[in-house]
């Protein structure tokens, strides 16, 4: 199961009311006109600079440009998954002034057609949105789940500062013995190797009532636990942890720190968690951040996906325990999808 970047690209009728779009596959000589197209998006957290190259590795993807007059105005990256399944629709970026003109719908469109004519096995279209939804995007899209979205700042030094003086379970030192009973006594969250990665989530039922409606949704890339998805997620730089390897009750997955364009000395922290009982989760969210902020210095931007429900308590977990800047209120991330036809 292959999408070559070297595909052929048919030709679609031009939009009238968009003066004329030329579409042709993305190729590291575009990437300075695209970043330039693409400045400033996601407030300085955009991950396309640190991906772009690999992007066009990927055998399963293809990045798509629209071109007006010959100019760069818009992309779209589309990859195959779930089996064949399934087209992941990801990267999206419209030129700031072509915004509002339907580019980005035509765009889709002709990324669709592109997979469908290769792939026609394809059926359903996937994607993962942070804004709100209404009730037009109901009547284009069904909903699969949705996770909340915390977003904090801090400088990497001040973190290990804080850190040091905290329990496994977040708690200040010296911290009381807690009773028995509490789940706030349970052992150290595990870090998963490749042979339990296989176990947890291939071959058993484990992950299944964890993972939000069965899905794995890793840096905002939705899958299914099967083989094939397996295979792409762990070519990735992905720290893997659950709280009990033979009963998971929570389960974690981080990314390793890649550089961002906010600044000089901005990294960014993905953290996908999964599960319900807060202190599991307070537990390997303080693991994750031990294990990766220990070597950087300068400052992080750490984004945590998890149950709506946990937002709020670890929120203020995170301004008045680890005292570190929350960077905005609660929103959401929607995975949806959508026909192929």
Same mark, same amino acid.
């Given at each position: 199961m292959k999408i070559e970047n070297s595909l052929p690209i048919p030709q679609l009728p031009e939009a009238p009311s968009q003066g004329g779009l030329q579409f042709a596959v993305a190729t590291e *000589? %575009?990437?300075d006109e695209i970043m330039a197209m693409s400045q400033d998006i996601y407030g300085g957290l955009d991950y396309l600079p640190?991906? +772009?190259t690999a992007w066009l590795q990927e055998s399963n993807r293809? !990045?798509?440009l629209a071109r007006k007059q010959g100019k760069v105005i818009a992309l779209e990256s589309v990859c195959v998954i779930d089996d064949g399944e399934t087209m992941l629709v990801e990267g999206l970026r419209v030129a700031p =002034? *072509?915004?509002? &003109?339907? !580019?980005?719908?035509? #765009?889709?469109?002709?990324?669709? =057609?592109l997979v469908k004519s290769k792939y026609p096995e394809v059926k359903v279209s996937r994607l993962t949105r942070d804004d709100q939804l209404g009730p037009k995007? @109901? =009547? &284009? +899209?069904?909903?699969?789940?949705k996770q909340g979205i915390l977003l904090v700042r801090f400088r990497a030094e001040d973190i290990k500062l804080r850190l040091a003086g905290l329990g496994q379970d977040g708690d200040t030192l010296p911290a009381s013995p807690p009773p028995p009973s509490s789940s706030s006594s349970a052992p150290p969250p @595990?870090?998963?190797? #490749?042979t339990e990665i296989h176990q947890l989530y291939l071959t058993t039922d484990l992950m299944r009532g964890i993972l939000p409606n069965a899905?794995? !949704? =890793? %840096?905002?890339?939705?899958f299914k636990p099967l083989p094939s998805n397996m295979a792409i997620l762990l070519k990735k730089e992905i720290d893997w942890m659950v709280d009990d390897v033979t009963c998971p009750t929570v389960a974690s997955l981080c990314t390793f720190p890649f550089r961002v364009p906010i600044g000089d000395d901005w990294y960014y922290l993905n953290i996908d968690m999964f599960g319900k009982d807060l202190v599991l989760v307070r537990q390997q969210f303080l693991c994750h951040l031990r294990r990766h902020t220990t070597t950087l210095k300068g400052h992080v931007m750490c984004q945590m996906f998890l149950d709506p429900p946990l937002w709020k308590p670890m929120a203020e977990f995170c301004r008045h325990t680890l005292q570190v *800047?929350? !960077?905005k209120e609660y929103t959401e991330q929607c995975v949806v999808e959508s026909d192929v036809v």
């Open positions: *000589e %575009d990437f640190t991906r +772009y293809t !990045v798509i =002034q *072509e915004r509002g &003109k339907g !580019v980005a719908g035509h #765009l889709l469109r002709f990324c669709s =057609q995007d @109901f =009547q &284009k +899209y069904r909903l699969i789940t @595990f870090h998963l190797g #490749l899905t794995i !949704v =890793q %840096d905002w890339q939705p *800047e929350l !960077v």
